[in-house]
C-alpha cells in the first residue's frame, strides 16, 4: 500500500466508526491497566464477564492487594492462564502502591517494568489511557498490517515500527483500534468477509474473494 492508500484505508474505515474505543470494559486507568493484562491470549468478551464483579469492588491497586491472589482468581477462573494472571496482577498492584503512589506511570518504559506488562500492554494503555499516538499489535493487527500489505512484518515490532512510519496523522492516533476491530469483525482469520469489506480495492490479500466492495 501506498501512504495515500493508507490514508484512504483509514478514511473509510472512519467513516462508520469515527471514534473506535477499546471493546474491555473499565471505568479508571487502573482498571483498564488490570483488564489489558487479562486479555492475553483471551478475549475482550471473556476479560469483560469475568470482571465485572470484580471491578464492582475493586478500583485501586490497594483494593486489590486487600482481596489478594486467591481472591482474585474466584472472579478470573473462566480465563486462561489465571494462575499466573493473578500472581502478575498482585505483584503489579504491590508495585504500583509502593514504587508510583498508586497510579498508573504514563510512559512505556515504566509500565513495562511491572510484572505482565510487556509492549503491547503498555502500548495499549498509554494510547487508550494517555492518549499517545503508538500501535500494540496484537493478533489483528499482525494479520491486517501483512495481509492488506499496510505493514507488513515478520515480528509484532517490525509491523509495529511499520505502521507508526506509514501511518499519517490525523489517523495515527486511532489506527491500533481500526485495525483490531477490522481484524476482529471484517479481516478474520478464517473466511474473511472480503466481498463486504469497505476497503476491499486497496487491500493486496492474494487470496480475497473476486467481489468488489459495496460503493
Known amino acids: 500500500m501506498t501512504v495515500a492508500e493508507i490514508a484512504e484505508f483509514f478514511e473509510r474505515l472512519a467513516v462508520a466508526n469515527p471514534e473506535p474505543v477499546t471493546e474491555l470494559a473499565y471505568a479508571n486507568g487502573y482498571q483498564l491497566l488490570v483488564a489489558v493484562v487479562l486479555s492475553a491470549q483471551a478475549t ?3 476479560v469483560n464477564k469475568a470482571t465485572k464483579r470484580l471491578f464492582e469492588t475493586v478500583h485501586t491497586p490497594q483494593q486489590m492487594i486487600d482481596l489478594g491472589q486467591d481472591g482474585l482468581k474466584s472472579h478470573i ?3 486462561g492462564l489465571f494462575n499466573a494472571k493473578a500472581r502478575n496482577v ?3 498492584s504491590h508495585r504500583l502502591v509502593n514504587d508510583f503512589g ?3 506511570p504514563d510512559n512505556r518504559d515504566s509500565l513495562e517494568t511491572l510484572p505482565g506488562v510487556g509492549r503491547k500492554t503498555a502500548n495499549v494503555v498509554v494510547s487508550v489511557l494517555f492518549g499517545q499516538e ?3 499489535v496484537d493478533t489483528h493487527v499482525f494479520r491486517v498490517a501483512n495481509r492488506t ?3 507488513p512484518g515478520k515480528t509484532p515490532l517490525l509491523v509495529e515500527n511499520a505502521i507508526m512510519k506509514r501511518v499519517k496523522p490525523p489517523w495515527r492516533r486511532h489506527a491500533h483500534h481500526w485495525l483490531i476491530l477490522h481484524g476482529r469483525y471484517t479481516c478474520t482469520a478464517r473466511s474473511p468477509k472480503c466481498a463486504v ?3 476491499n480495492d486497496l487491500c493486496q490479500f492474494r487470496a480475497k474473494m473476486d467481489a468488489p466492495a459495496p460503493g
Request: glycine content about 14%.
Open 102 to 104: 498508586g497510579d498508573v
Open 90 to 92: 498482585i505483584a503489579l
Open 197 to 199: 469489506c469497505p476497503v
Open 77 to 79: 477462573r473462566t480465563i
Open 44 to 46: 475482550d468478551v471473556g
Open 134 to 136: 503508538t500501535c500494540a
Open 149 to 151: 500489505g499496510m505493514a
